[in-house]
C-alpha cells in the first residue's frame, strides 16, 4: 500500500518554529518527487512546496521564501517542512504529497496523486 | 503566478444530472492541468492530470476537457458520494496554482 504519514503539527506562537515530518512507505521514495500542500481553516488548497529526487531542486511559494525549507532523507523515506517565523496565516492543515510524473505519448504530466492525512499547524498566542 | 479561476463557486444538482465545472488559467498552460476531489475531512483525492487523462479507479462518469487557458470538468450521471468540493491545480509553471474550488452538492 502506498501511504504517506505526516507528524510533527501542533500549537506555536508567532514567530515560532516547527519542523513537520511525513513517512513515505510501499513506493520508490528516492525516485520520487514529493510536495507539501497546505489549507488554511474553511479555505481552498494551496500548494507551498516541492522537491527533486535527490533534493537537487526545489520550489516554493512566494509567501513562504525564506521561511519555510522543505528537505528530505531518502535513506529513511522521508520527507520534511521546516517552518520557521511563524505567521498567524501559516495555520493550516499540511499535507504530504507524492509529487508523480506520468508519460503518455511521450508527453509528461505531473499529478499529485498520492496524499497523507494531513498535520494540522495552529500558529497564535 | 498564473492565477486559475474556478466557475461556479458552488452549484446543487440532482442524481443522474451531467454537471460541468469550469476552470480558467491567466495564461495559457498547454494541458498542464489537474483535477482534485475533496469531501470534507479527507485529503484531496487526484482524478485527472494532463486536462483528460483519468487517474486509475477514478469512474468512468469523470471526464475532463482543454487546453490553453479553459478547462472544463464534466461529472456524467451524478451520484450522491459526488458532493464534494473539485480543485484544478495548473503544474505549467512554479509555483504550482490551485483554482479557488467549486462546492458540489448533490
Known amino acids: 500500500d502506498v501511504r504517506l504519514v505526516e507528524s510533527g503539527g501542533g500549537l506555536v506562537q508567532p514567530g515560532g518554529s516547527l519542523r513537520l515530518s511525513c513517512a513515505a512507505s510501499?513506493?520508490?521514495?528516492?525516485?520520487?518527487?514529493m510536495a507539501w500542500v497546505r489549507q488554511a481553516p474553511g479555505k481552498g488548497l494551496e500548494w507551498v512546496a516541492n522537491i527533486k529526487e535527490d533534493g537537487g531542486e526545489r520550489n516554493y511559494v512566494d509567501s513562504v521564501k525564506g521561511r519555510f525549507t522543505i528537505y528530505r532523507d531518502n535513506a529513511k523515506n522521508s520527507l520534511y517542512l521546516q517552518l520557521r517565523s511563524l505567521r498567524v496565516e501559516d495555520t493550516a492543515i499540511y499535507y504530504c504529497?507524492?509529487?508523480?510524473?506520468?508519460?503518455?505519448?511521450?508527453?509528461?504530466?505531473?499529478?499529485?496523486?498520492?496524499w497523507g492525512q494531513g498535520t494540522v499547524v495552529s500558529v497564535s498566542s | 503566478a498564473i492565477q486559475m479561476t474556478q466557475s461556479p463557486s458552488s452549484l446543487s444538482a440532482s442524481v443522474g444530472d451531467r454537471v460541468i465545472l469550469i476552470c480558467r488559467a491567466s495564461?495559457?498552460?498547454?494541458?498542464?492541468l489537474g483535477w482534485y476531489q475533496q469531501k470534507p475531512g479527507k485529503a484531496p483525492k487526484l482524478l485527472l492530470y494532463g486536462g483528460s487523462n483519468i487517474q486509475g479507479g477514478v469512474p468512468s462518469r469523470f471526464s475532463g476537457s482543454g487546453s490553453g487557458t479553459e478547462f472544463t470538468l464534466t461529472i456524467d450521471s451524478l451520484q450522491p458520494e459526488d458532493s464534494a468540493t473539485y480543485y484544478c491545480l495548473q503544474d505549467y509553471s512554479y509555483p504550482r496554482t490551485f483554482g479557488q474550488g467549486t462546492k458540489v452538492e448533490v
Open positions: 510501499g513506493f520508490s521514495f528516492p525516485t520520487s518527487w
Open positions: 504529497v507524492r509529487d508523480t510524473s506520468v508519460e503518455l505519448d511521450k508527453m509528461w504530466f505531473d499529478a499529485l496523486d498520492t
Open positions: 495564461q495559457g498552460i498547454r494541458s498542464d
